[in-house]
């Protein structure tokens, strides 16, 4: 089943009413305004929808039963069918003409849908309009501005407040006012109430009459009318604002990683919400002429569903528009808004210090500072590695010092992370770029034509010549550290490392950190290095491997790919190795906000240990551990750990998966110092390597012509294709016409459209999930996947 797009059409005005609480006239407003718009709108449609209703039609909503008990016995569709239902229901009515669509929902605002689900929450990635009725009754002003905020929160677009007057509370003047005070331009409009039942036991024929009357005044009335024009004009503003932004954007924006020389505006997507995984974009404009073409008299939707495959620039882990998420923030906002943290403290900063230490499971880590984002971690981290060294050696502050680093890593834009990557397109042309390191390269791994492929590096190839690469069956044979550690394949590799280190310390350089992204190289071209890196530069023996660092300090950049991203929390884990530094954003905060944890050693904090201030760490920011991050963070964190720990992802785990888990479904890893533990020394358990994306699936890419290689492992897929005579990397374009063809759209069964978002990097075409991703969404992505690949042939 296609995912469920949001409701609006270029002719079909389409606004959800929402009530402040049960009985304050949702039906009696609801039917005024069909029927004002009826005699308005003489020649269009007029609908009205009631999805859910607590009784049988005759009776609806006439019981005081909540909608998820009365569905009790009944059969309950899910959440997704009951929109893609609302959404066919409302299409129907855009494809006969023009017309208003009025869609009441049923009680307050949090009332339960069928399946448990708060109204709120479920009819989000409709994002219909809402006319919001307010409550005219004693605490009906509560009532009205905490039904408001709940919508406003959830994204929800509160066009009017229609309420009755009340002369004896007030609530409308006061509401009228605050809303003027608070929200400029939200109309407050009042209508006068039905009048009271005629005697004890009227008959429904005078019970009739009278509300015939009634209606019907109301309905031809001035406020009737101004709300229905007012309405109109919204949603009129709308359509045209969207179809404007692209060129607008074009005109007025600076983009990021684009060449806007080559940009049009007919190239930028236009996003109007998000929800889950998936953005809402505008349909371009050649697919909405297609579709008028195939249906003239109302036209087609003019947003759909587009999967965002790139986790939006990999921050997105458990949905967009997350509500507790949302909440959260707003919490912090509500508690602090931002406060300064030099020698201060608030509980979401040492909370979330809490969690992350002891979530990692590294014994060495034991502090934490807080940056802003992944760039500015990384510069953190290597102040840190880079004193920690000097002290320890005894360096002049004026020696040169540089890093030890890995191939295509990259970790940051600013000055001193990009400085510690070797010259390339990301570079080359930064006028202030000095590489100040030394790269080395790395086997990496693919599945090609059905196997897993351990593929050598350059400089071992050229040692060893022909026949270097190895075969594993499974991701799992090739993440099996200690196995492979007990055949001695390590050692290749470590003689190359080492005979490299000692060239250039011949040459005089000295070195004072280790810095890699671990298991995964990312903007270098979304790599997959083997497990064979888990090797520390020699150093102190005595000084053990548990809690102090020897030869040089190991950072590990996990702004990409720790917190969950690949299956586990670190994916330090994966190398059987503790760093000394770790850095962490990207999932850390769950897409929301920008925030930064850099965690260190004990040992390295020493290092900055002095009665001279200067000798600080005189790093900061001036929104360091701002309250709103933090609080984002402990929630993402929370919700990631109950999703691991309440098999929310067996369904991946158990699947014919792309790697082979042991007899109990799990491997145990070694490190420096032999089992990996916990802060207490406790032997700690990992799952074996798993994917969202199927084994089927990687092995059946793995085999398509054009294809150079694949692998998928957590939520993370990465399609390497065949950059034929132009050369892989960056400035490849072998993977742009699979990502336009994704962009292009697929159909499901009943004529929905929807989209794969994606990006490249160069001839890598990658596309992520989030740690909340279902099941059918993947298969059904995984197809068009298929198909796309194959139509290219």
């Known amino acids: 089943m296609a995912p469920v797009g949001s409701m609006l059409w270029r002719t079909l005005r389409t606004y959800q009413v929402y009530g402040a609480n049960t009985e304050v006239g949702k039906t009696v407003f609801t039917t005024i305004l069909c029927k004002a718009a009826r005699s308005l709108y003489e020649k269009e449609k007029i609908s009205y929808l009631k999805p859910v209703s607590t009784g049988p039609e005759d009776e609806a909503d006439e019981r005081s039963v909540s909608p998820h008990t009365a569905a009790k016995g009944r059969v309950i ?373 059905g196997r897993w492929v351990v593929e050598a590096p350059e400089a071992m190839r050229n040692e060893d010549g022909v026949g270097s690469n190895q075969e594993f069956g499974s991701l799992s044979e090739v993440f099996d550290i200690t196995e492979r550690e007990q055949r001695r394949e390590q050692e290749r590799y470590e003689n190359y490392v080492a005979k490299e280190l000692k060239r250039h310390v011949d040459h005089g350089r000295r070195f004072g950190a280790l810095l890699m992204e671990p298991v995964v190289i990312g903007a270098g071209g979304m790599l997959l290095v083997t497990g064979t890196q888990n090797w520390r530069p020699s150093g102190d023996e005595e000084d053990d491997a548990k809690t102090t660092w020897a030869g040089l300090p190991v950072i590990f950049d996990e702004v990409f790919t720790g917190v969950y991203r690949l299956g586990r929390f670190s994916a330090g884990s994966f190398l059987a190795a503790d760093a000394d530094v770790s850095v962490h954003a990207k999932l850390l905060t769950g897409g929301v906000v920008p925030l930064c944890a850099t965690l260190a050693s004990e040992s390295v904090f020493r290092a900055f240990a002095s009665d001279d201030k200067t000798d600080a760490l005189l790093h900061g920011h001036s929104y360091t551990a701002h309250p709103v991050g933090c609080q984002v963070a402990l929630e993402s964190l929370r919700q990631l750990r109950a999703l691991d720990e309440g098999g929310r992802w067996d369904w991946a785990k158990a699947r014919k998966s792309n790697v082979h888990a042991s007899d109990d479904g799990s491997t145990t890893l070694s490190t420096q110092s032999g089992i990996h533990k916990d802060s207490k020394y406790r032997p700690v358990v990992q799952d074996a390597p798993w994917s969202i994306w199927s084994a089927e699936f990687v092995e059946l890419v793995s085999r398509q012509a054009g294809v150079a290689g694949v692998w998928a492992l957590g939520s993370v897929l990465s399609i390497h294709m065949d950059a034929g005579g132009g050369g892989a990397g960056y400035k490849s374009t072998a993977a742009v016409r699979i990502r336009d063809s994704l962009r292009r759209g697929a159909r499901d069964d009943r004529e929905n459209t929807w989209n794969v978002h994606s990006r490249v990097l160069g001839n890598v075409l990658y596309i992520m999930g989030s740690q909340k991703s279902m099941q059918e969404d993947i298969r059904e992505i995984e197809e068009l996947v298929r198909e796309r690949l194959k139509s290219l042939q």
């Open 77 to 449: 569709p899910s959440d997704r069918r009951l929109l893609r239902l609302i959404h066919e229901h409302a299409s129907q009515k855009a494809a006969s003409g023009p017309g208003w669509l009025f869609i009441e929902t049923a009680g307050g605002v949090h009332s339960p849908s069928p399946s448990g689900t708060t109204q709120a929450d479920l009819y989000m990635p409709l994002r219909c309009p809402v006319v919001l009725v307010g409550d005219s009754k004693l605490g009906g002003i509560s009532l009205t501005i905490s039904a408001f905020e709940s919508l406003r929160l959830r994204g929800y677009d509160v066009e009017m407040i229609l309420m009755f007057p009340d002369r004896t509370h007030g609530n409308h003047q006061y509401l009228s006012k605050y809303f003027s005070d608070q929200h400029v331009g939200l109309p407050v409009l009042a209508l006068n109430e039905p009048p009271p039942p005629q005697g004890r036991q009227p008959s429904a024929e005078a019970e009739f009459q009278v509300m015939s009357r009634y209606y019907q005044e109301a309905s031809g009335g001035d406020v009737a009318r101004n709300a229905l024009t007012q309405l109109e004009e919204k949603h009129d503003a709308r359509v045209t604002r969207l179809e404007s932004m692209a060129a607008e954007a074009h005109r007025k924006i600076w983009y990021p990683f684009t060449q806007q020389r080559l940009l049009q505006p007919e190239h930028i997507t236009t996003i109007d919400a998000a929800r889950g995984d998936f953005f809402q974009t505008l349909v371009p404009q050649a697919q909405r002429n297609s579709a008028a073409a195939a249906a003239p008299v109302g036209g087609g939707v003019l947003l759909q569903p587009s999967f965002d495959g790139s986790a939006s620039w990999w921050t997105q882990g458990l949905g967009h528009s997350n509500p507790s998420l949302t909440l959260a923030a707003a919490y912090a906002a509500g508690r602090y808004g931002h406060v300064m943290f030099a020698e201060a403290v608030h509980e979401p900063a040492l909370a979330l210090a809490e969690s992350l230490l002891a979530g990692i499971r590294n014994p060495r880590l034991q502090r934490v500072f807080y940056s802003d984002n992944g760039s500015t971690g990384v510069e953190v981290a290597l102040k840190m590695a880079l004193r920690a060294t000097r002290a320890r050696y005894g360096w002049d502050a004026r020696d040169p010092i540089i890093v030890i680093g890995l191939k295509g890593g990259y970790h940051g834009d600013t000055m001193g992370a990009m400085d510690c990557a070797e010259p390339g397109v990301f570079n080359e042309k930064v006028e202030w770029y000095d590489g100040k390191g030394v790269w080395f390269d790395y086997p990496t791994v693919k599945c090609v034509r």
